[in-house]
């Protein structure tokens, strides 16, 4: 009842509905694709110990294995032989070959479609991805009756009670309603792949959305340093207007072109060349500060399966924090914790708090959200140490406001984010000769680190941790004091 199996998989399709382009190369020069770094491995992984866990949700389940046409015919087998669930059933039909992550009959006789998503909702793609599956697997003669979305349920789980950490959706509706394009898609997807040569497509915000195009370093490479990618916030359609013209550098940009008013004085700040910085403003910041003056980082994880009292999936714990104490002397301390084990880091990193964080004293973080979010969360599933943390809370000092308020200059690339900002104000401090270089390349190496068995290997990345971390904390004490010698005060 099946074609033959098809070069076009699902996530080909996929590829093609963001982009053709994208379509093209994967199928006809993959060698050109960016290779996955750490971090998007680890989202893959991720991906996978989720549908691993849906599967236990469902007892009665059989696994096809093998691929192409050995997981066909396996498939077929095990309806033959009345399976009454399947996971990674595979089809083919119409040059298109799938697998469905569960298939189970129901009462009618018939079956369901239930994809497994490691996202917290339904999303738009996600009809297309079981339209997708539904076209083949009826036209391969397989009664499809309902198709379900399972979904990660952020609002209601908290472990350790896991047995509704999955929303079960039904999209049926949505999903009939694009069975019709399929076969239209498909037939447009045939012509551009017998082209010869790949499709001209300009770049835009398709090149991220809905998922990143492991194509983009290549099909971005001219696009200048400053460019109108860097304009604060500038919304796609505008981005889109000015690429259709031509327009990439800010040079190129008419000077009427309709711009918010931050954004036009970043325009102007790379036009002429000139930082905007107002000292007085700076210098009226800086004195709300109080020693000891604490500069103070998280590092956090944020599991899709959370695996600690209280936590719900994809909710923030710290692992790790770095801090950097500089007293009314002068002189400067650093305290740090790193969890290096399997369990909760929680009460450990709460015990060392208690020690390496004064009762008084301005707290300086970047990105004050982030730090008041963990904190306040610590608070509430650790009473104990309610009063300490929310005293902290209260204490935090956002060094990141004078970027976005007071202090803008060209070198930034219209960013405010601490990586942008240091090497414009602190030249000899880099994060580039560090092993870790990111917060969510951190959280990868943690997760690595405390799975480790080679002890070698493990110190290693300890280092790296603490090293990036470290830098985190030393690279605001450094911009702070930049700051004052800017200001005279």
Known sequence: IQSMVAPLTKSHFMSGLQCH??????????????????????????????????????????????????????????????????????????????????????????????EVKSSSKVKDEHHWDIAIQKYVLTRAGLSVDATR?????????????????FEIVDITA???????????????????????????????KHCNNPNPCPFTTDCWKDIPDVSIFTIPRLDWKKKETLISQGILAIADLASDFSLTANQRAYVDGVLSDSPYIDTDAIA???????????????EAQNPAIP???????????????????LHDDGSIEHREFLHTDRSDPRPALLAALAIDIASTGSVIVYHQSFEA?????????????????????????????????HYKH??????TSIKNVLPTLVPTLSYKALAVQRGDHAQTVWEEMINCADQAKKEQAIADLKDYCHLDTLAMVEIYQALLKLTDF
């Open 307 to 325: 695996r600690f009292d209280g936590l719900k999936p994809y909710e923030q714990f710290p692992f790790q924090y770095s801090c950097h104490v």
């Open 21 to 114: 382009k994208q379509l093209w190369l994967e199928v006809n020069e993959p060698h050109r694709a960016t290779a996955l770094t750490p971090v998007q491995q680890r989202i893959i992984d991720q991906g996978e110990e989720v549908g691993e866990f849906a599967r236990r949700q469902f007892p009665e389940g059989q696994l096809i294995k093998g691929s192409g046409i050995v997981a066909i015919q396996a498939t077929q087998n095990a309806i033959a032989a009345g399976a009454s669930c399947l996971f990674e059933a595979a089809f083919s039909f119409d040059g298109l070959f799938v697998r469905c992550d569960i298939l189970r009959k129901i009462a009618s006789g018939s079956w369901e479609l239930i």
């Open 174 to 204: 949505e999903v009939d309603r694009l069975l019709p394009e399929i076969s239209n898609k498909l037939r447009q997807f045939e012509e551009i792949l017998a082209e010869n040569l790949e499709p001209t497509l300009a770049i835009g």
């Open 149 to 165: 979305l399972m979904h990660v349920n952020t609002k209601t789980c908290f472990f350790p009670n896991l047995s509704n950490l």
């Open 284 to 298: 009226a910041s800086l004195a709300e500060l109080t020693y000891p003056i604490h500069f103070f980082d998280f």
């Open 410 to 415: 060209p070198a930034f690339r219209g960013s």
């Open 373 to 405: 979010t963990l904190l306040r969360r610590l608070a509430q599933n650790f009473p104990e140490h309610a009063e300490h943390l929310e005293a902290i809370a209260s204490r935090l000092w956002d060094l990141e406001d004078i970027f976005k308020q």
